[in-house]
Nanobody, 126 residues
Framework: VQLQASGGGLVQAGGSLRLSCAAS????????TGWFRQGSGEEREFVSG????????KYADSVKGRFTISRDSAKNTVYLQMNSLKPEDTAVYYC????????????????????WGQGTLVTVSS
């Protein structure tokens, strides 16, 4: 199983980026998929997740209304659209998946996810 995260970069505050998480070795629509981020010297934190069914999504309070998670089953890819970016969004963003949850569950702990991508760096300048 491999998860390839991409789409990070340098953007000014107020700008947008779209992150992609392409999966191989598993069918991403049979898993719950989460995005996490980790700033320098900080713990990894939950950003957003989408359930196996696709019927449930969850967001951290800090990104609600600005970020949108979606999935393209045909491309076996999950996306994170990030708008109105702020300097405090600067971090390495990781995607992760797990098969071990019910259709509508979206766990928020990194310990609940089994497979992880390599991370993509997002830098938001003020």
């Amino acid at each position: 199983v491999q998860l390839q995260a991409s789409g990070g970069g340098l953007v000014q505050a107020g700008g947008s980026l779209r992150l992609s998480c392409a999966a191989s070795g598993l069918t991403i629509s049979t898993t719950v998929t989460g995005w996490f981020r980790q700033g320098s010297g900080e713990e990894r934190e939950f950003v957003s997740g989408i359930s196996r069914s696709g019927g449930s999504t969850k967001y951290a309070d800090s990104v609600k209304g600005r970020f949108t998670i979606s999935r393209d089953s045909a491309k076996n890819t999950v996306y994170l659209q990030m708008n109105s970016l702020k300097p405090e969004d600067t971090a390495v963003y990781y995607c992760s998946t797990s098969r071990s949850f019910s259709s509508f569950s979206v766990p928020m702990s990194p310990h609940d996810y089994r497979y992880w991508g390599q991370g993509t760096l997002v830098t938001v300048s003020s």
